[in-house]
């Protein structure tokens, strides 16, 4: 789907404000109510954007310690399986396959290092995980950020 330079202004407004209702964007961007709305649920229904949701942020509720994981894994009952199994680790927040020496990266928040352990040992338990490679984010400086793209997308419109 292609996104103009509105669907970006929009986006860019409730990042900034968050808590603002749509007649609000409407007002601050001056275009119709029905407009905003139309447009997020046109973003929502082809995937540019999720639903509103908060994003917690782990270290905020005592998992301050997060580190990425590669994953190498038998080839032997597939993805779905491996996946379903580590969805069962509620450390876990993301999981990709991806390519390379590893099959998946994994992102792990944890309570401190031991802890880390913890979560790490439970992830080499899972059925046909044969290994992981783990490192510790010591700080991080850019998160999440996909808002300049989509406006630089809707430049190119």
């Known amino acids: 789907m292609l996104v103009d330079a509105l669907d970006a202004k929009i986006?860019?407004?409730?990042?900034?404000?968050?808590?603002?209702?749509v007649l609000e964007a409407s007002r601050v961007l001056?275009?119709?109510?029905?407009t905003v709305q139309s447009r997020i649920d046109r973003m929502i229904e082809n995937g540019v954007i999720g639903s509103w949701v908060?994003?917690?942020?782990?270290?905020?509720?005592?998992?301050?310690?997060?580190?990425?994981?590669?994953?190498?894994?038998?080839?032997?009952?597939?993805?779905?399986?491996?996946?379903?199994?580590?969805?069962?680790?509620?450390e876990i927040i993301e999981v990709h396959t991806?390519?390379?020496?590893?099959d998946l990266m994994v992102r792990i928040a944890a309570r401190s290092n031991p802890d880390m352990q913890r979560v790490l040992d439970a992830m080499i338990a899972t059925k046909s995980v044969v290994r992981c490679?783990?490192?510790?984010?010591?700080?991080s400086h850019i998160q999440g950020r996909t808002l300049p793209l989509m406006e630089a997308a809707a430049k190119t419109v």
């Not at 986006?11 to 603002?20: A, E, G, I, M």
């Not at 032997?76 to 069962?88: K, M, R, T, V, Y």
């Not at 991806?98 to 590893?102: K, R």
């Open 11 to 21: 986006v860019r407004f409730f990042t900034d404000s968050p808590r603002s209702s």
């Open 30 to 34: 001056r275009v119709a109510r029905a």
């Open 54 to 90: 908060p994003q917690p942020d782990p270290a905020n509720f005592g998992f301050p310690v997060v580190a990425f994981c590669s994953v190498t894994i038998t080839q032997e009952i597939g993805h779905d399986a491996i996946i379903e199994s580590l969805s069962a680790i509620p």
């Open 98 to 102: 991806v390519t390379g020496n590893s």
């Open 133 to 139: 490679s783990s490192v510790i984010v010591l700080n």
